[in-house]
Antibody, heavy 118, light 107 residues
Framework: QVQLQQSGAELTKPGSSVKISCKAS????????ISWIKQRPGQALEWIGA????????GYNEKFKGKATLTVDKSSSTAFMQLSSLTPEDTAVYYC???????????WGQGVMVTVSS | DIQMTQSPASLSASLGETVTIECLAS??????LAWYQQKPGKSPQLLIY???SLNDGVPSRFSGSGSGTQYSLKINSLQSEDVSIYFC?????????FGSGTKLEIK
């Protein structure tokens, strides 16, 4: 079955960077785009961007350009998101997700809590 | 960016009641609208896609409707397990924006 397994929680300092992962299984990794979504505590969801694992092509929400960098490693069927120049406003749960069967996000990872604090 | 205005922000209803949540897009999104349910501490789960198509495994008491800029999610015969936050999302144009969410509680 399709699964997206994300890495563990991160505690980081302002100004630093963090790279979180999303390991895919149960399907051909290059078949579907992987999206990344941000959710601040008690807040709504924000679409950060998406990557095509086959081509490496990316699309970003303008708001997150320069903040998030999406990459993949096809050999391990893993997608990555690096967040740079972290501030407390980057404290959030970050999800990876895919639209496999339909034009909506029908598979989600469990989320990664990133906490930025001095 | 397409703005998604979701209402109400919170809702309290009794078991067995019918509730409706609405989403208004800032421009026509041609039914490219999804609804998600998020239970506390969990990832969002897809309920409805293309405005009115029920995702596999979702109870039939959930239904979606709408077109153009106006969409709604209806939950019939409210159950205790429906306590969640519900989000809409437009999938028509990047960035694929979400509504601000509706927190549903049981009276």
């Amino acid at each position: 079955q399709v699964q997206l397994q994300q890495s563990g929680a991160e505690l980081t300092k302002p100004g630093s960077s963090v790279k979180i992962s999303c390991k895919a299984s149960g399907y051909t990794f290059t078949s579907y785009d992987i999206s990344w979504i941000k959710q601040r505590p008690g807040q709504a969801l924000e679409w950060i961007g998406a990557i095509n694992p086959g081509s490496g092509g990316t699309g970003y929400n303008e708001k997150f350009k320069g903040k998030a960098t999406l990459t993949v490693d096809k050999s391990s069927s893993t997608a990555f998101m690096q967040l740079s120049s972290l501030t407390p406003e980057d404290t959030a749960v970050y999800y990876c997700a895919m639209a496999v069967t339909i034009a909506a996000l029908d598979y989600w990872g469990q989320g990664v809590m990133v906490t930025v604090s001095s | 960016d397409i703005q998604m205005t979701q209402s109400p922000a919170s809702l309290s209803a009794s078991l067995g009641e019918t509730v409706t949540i609405e989403c208004l897009a800032s421009e026509d999104i041609y039914s490219n609208l999804a609804w998600y349910q998020q239970k506390p501490g969990k990832s969002p789960q897809l309920l409805i896609y293309y405005a009115n198509s029920l995702n596999d495994g979702v109870p039939s008491r959930f239904s979606g409707s709408g077109s153009g800029t106006q969409y709604s999610l209806k939950i019939n015969s409210l159950q205790s397990e429906d306590v969640s936050i519900y989000f809409c999302q437009q999938n028509y144009d990047s960035p694929f924006t979400f509504g601000s969410g509706t927190k549903l509680e049981i009276k």
